[in-house]
């Protein structure tokens, strides 16, 4: 890389030459046999950690979020094990997977990505008034009932599209509720959307955290607390059927 008096930056080139160590290291171990194709790894401004490997004429392009510049050798290593092992099919080496879960789930690590994302990212908030159902009305209802009325506001907005795939979701570094719009239905009966916004609700009151090498997302007080909502087995069912 060149700097702005035209130098070559070596430091950065060290570094891009390692990386394609490391990933050459790791594709001998995967494929003993197998000569190591021609290796193209970079960093990423990725909008979240996110790393990719394509095959290409024989040719391997790899790109890794650039929140990862600068971690352990060893975080690398498992991350080109795991590329590689996903590429060609192969088992992934419990090891490296608990490694690499175990530093991009570390609070500075995640901290950095929400970060990351906020700077990023951009979240379409569209509106907490629904055709039928106002979510902020909601929100404000479940706040009073189950919480005090202490807990914060964040954005509420309904999904863009119709989403099945999805009844809800937290996301942190935008502060914000996003809920499917397909609950926004007059069929729809209000527990059920009562009980998808109390649920991500609980996300928002109990953060994920790290236990050993894993997320835990559904801590014993937040299913513990989950379980307060009066209609949960019905909404359950409802949702199961939809």
């Not at 955290?209 to 801590?219: E, I, T, Y």
Request: glycine residues 4%.
């Amino acid at each position: 890389m060149l700097t702005a008096d035209g130098c070559l930056c070596y430091s950065s080139l060290n570094v891009s030459l390692r990386l394609t160590e490391i990933f050459q290291e790791a594709y001998g171990e995967l494929r003993p046999r197998t000569p190591t194709p021609a290796l193209h790894v970079r960093f990423y401004p990725f909008v979240s950690i996110n790393n990719t490997i394509r095959l290409r004429q024989g040719e391997l392009y790899i790109r890794l979020s650039d929140l990862l510049e600068g971690a352990p050798e060893a975080v690398l290593h498992s991350i080109a094990h795991i590329l590689l092992a996903k590429l060609y099919r192969k088992p992934v080496d419990r090891t490296h997977s608990a490694r690499y879960r175990r530093y991009v789930a570390s609070h500075e690590v995640a901290a950095k990505a929400r970060l990351l994302r906020q700077m990023r990212g951009r979240k379409h908030i569209r509106s907490a008034r629904g055709h039928y159902y106002h979510l902020e009305e909601i929100f404000d209802d479940l706040n009073r009932r189950f919480f005090h009325g202490l807990m914060g506001r964040p954005q509420l907005t309904w999904s863009q599209n119709h989403a099945r795939s999805s009844l809800g979701h937290y996301d942190p570094a935008h502060n914000a509720i996003v809920i499917s719009r397909v609950f926004d239905h007059p069929r729809v009966p209000r527990y059920a959307v009562e009980y998808i916004l109390f649920h991500e609700m609980l996300h928002l009151k109990h953060p994920v955290k790290l236990r050993g090498s894993r997320r835990c997302v559904h801590s014993r007080e937040f299913l513990v607390e989950e379980k307060s909502f009066p209609e949960l087995e019905q909404a359950r069912k409802f949702l199961r059927i939809v």
